[in-house]
């Protein structure tokens, strides 16, 4: 049963638990409150309580359903395997887990095909431990065993794990260095985005420039936190859209397979062995070749959409 302590005083209680557990939804969370499958201080939790500082949280969530996503053989390159992880490099293109609109043919089909995942509350996502978009490539750390899921979703929470990203940006940025700290939410003009909103979701995003090109910029993305489009809504936010995006960005870019965004870097410690895990994957051809022209002084950037 999952317990947490606050240490400082917080807010309402499902936003906390959702930051603290990044297995867990806000939706879950606060359908466990009204389910009373939360207790503070050993009382059931309204949904609109507000955590203090040494409150003693409980959550019995309910036990998983038979998982009903099916194994599939598709290919899946995996970077490393043990019995506790898997480490994926995640192509272009490919959906990280069932959801509506993609019921099958995604990388947890493939690696249920492979392997066994570590199952969580969420039948459609065993082993997932953070998520990568469908159009970023690159590297994915994937739970196979119980205690490698909560002790690699406690280092996303603790922020002590390495995610680096390399992304073609549009537009010349002067700064060899910078951060983005801004607060993200749904757009509440288009609930399919992600937006910059006063009272969202912390969300701290780290680059430094790798190399300039006129009208665009190749930077290294590090992530403090990691919600959803975050990168791309950040880039986007201070006049430096990701080159590709087809939600974020200008309708004139770099034409490709979607956003020119990569997950280069990926680090954390093994929940058994305690080592220090380091891996690095090459971006995928295109965005090789669009570096090689843009180097060229080639600029292939026409309207996409």
Not at 15 to 27: H, I, P, Q
Not at 71 to 78: F, G, L, S, W
Not at 162 to 177: F, Q
Not at 264 to 281: D, Q, R, S, W, Y
Request: glycine share 8%; hydrophobic share 40%; charged share 20%.
């Amino acid at each position: 049963m999952p317990e947490l302590t606050i240490t400082t005083q917080s807010g309402r209680i499902d936003k906390v638990l959702a930051d603290a557990f990044t297995e867990f939804t806000r939706s879950q969370v606060h359908q466990w409150l009204q389910d009373q499958r939360i207790t503070v201080n050993g009382k059931a939790a309204r949904p609109s309580y507000k955590v203090h500082a040494g409150d003693t949280i409980k959550i019995d969530p309910p036990a998983p359903t038979v998982l009903d996503a099916v194994p599939q053989d598709i290919p899946v390159d995996i970077v490393y395997e043990d019995d506790d992880v898997i480490v994926v490099n995640k192509p272009q293109g490919m959906v990280v887990h069932p959801a509506p609109g993609h019921p099958d043919g995604t990388l947890v089909n493939g690696l249920l095909y492979h392997t066994h995942l570590a199952a969580i509350n969420d039948v459609i996502r065993p082993g997932i431990v953070h998520r990568i978009d469908r159009d970023t490539s690159g590297l994915l750390m994937v739970a196979k065993s119980q205690k490698a899921m909560v002790s690699l979703s406690a280092q996303l929470h603790a922020k002590t794990n390495r995610r680096e990203y390399l992304a073609i940006v549009h537009g010349n940025i002067p700064e060899d260095k910078g951060t983005v700290d801004a607060p993200l939410a749904r757009d509440p003009k288009d609930r399919k985005k992600i937006a910059v909103q006063a009272g969202g979701r912390h969300a701290v995003t780290h680059f430094t420039v790798e190399e300039r090109f006129g009208n665009y910029t190749l930077v290294r993305c590090i992530l403090e936190t990691g919600r959803t489009h975050q990168i791309r809504v950040h880039m986007a936010y201070i006049g430096h859209p990701v080159a590709g995006d087809p939600v974020y960005g200008p309708k004139r870019t770099l034409p490709g397979h979607g956003q020119f965004l990569h997950a280069a870097v990926l680090g954390f410690i093994h929940p058994t062995t305690g080592k220090e895990m380091l891996f690095t994957a090459d971006v995928p051809p295109i965005f090789a070749q669009t570096l090689n022209d843009l180097r060229a002084g080639i600029d292939k950037s026409k309207r996409i959409r």
